[in-house]
Nanobody, 118 residues
Framework: VQLQASGGGLVQAGGSLRLSCAAS????????IGWFRQAPGKVREGVSC????????YYADSVKGRFTISRDNAKNTVYLQMNSLKPEDTAIYYC????????????WGQGTLVTVSS
């Protein structure tokens, strides 16, 4: 199982970025995919996740209304569209995969850095 997160970068407050999580070597459309982030000196937190079919989504309160998660199972890719970015969104963003019938995020990508300047 491989997950490759990309799309991070430096953006000004109020700007937008779109993160991508490209998956390979597993049956992508059987897995829920989640985005997590870890800011310097802070614990990792869940940001958003999407069910295997894409029919269910979850957002942390801190990003609700600003971030949108989606998936394209034909491309084995999950996206996180981040709008109205704030300096407190600065973190390394990771994607993870949850196998069917499991409650743990078993597979993790390497992370992509998002920096939001004020």
């Amino acid at each position: 199982v491989q997950l490759q997160a990309s799309g991070g970068g430096l953006v000004q407050a109020g700007g937008s970025l779109r993160l991508s999580c490209a998956a390979s070597d597993f049956t992508f459309d059987d897995y829920a995919i989640g985005w997590f982030r870890q800011a310097p000196g802070k614990v990792r937190e869940g940001v958003s996740c999407i069910s295997s079919s894409g029919g269910s989504t979850y957002y942390a309160d801190s990003v609700k209304g600003r971030f949108t998660i989606s998936r394209d199972n034909a491309k084995n890719t999950v996206y996180l569209q981040m709008n109205s970015l704030k300096p407190e969104d600065t973190a390394i963003y990771y994607c993870a995969a949850q196998p069917p019938a499991m409650t743990v995020w078993r597979y993790w990508g390497q992370g992509t850095l998002v920096t939001v300047s004020s």
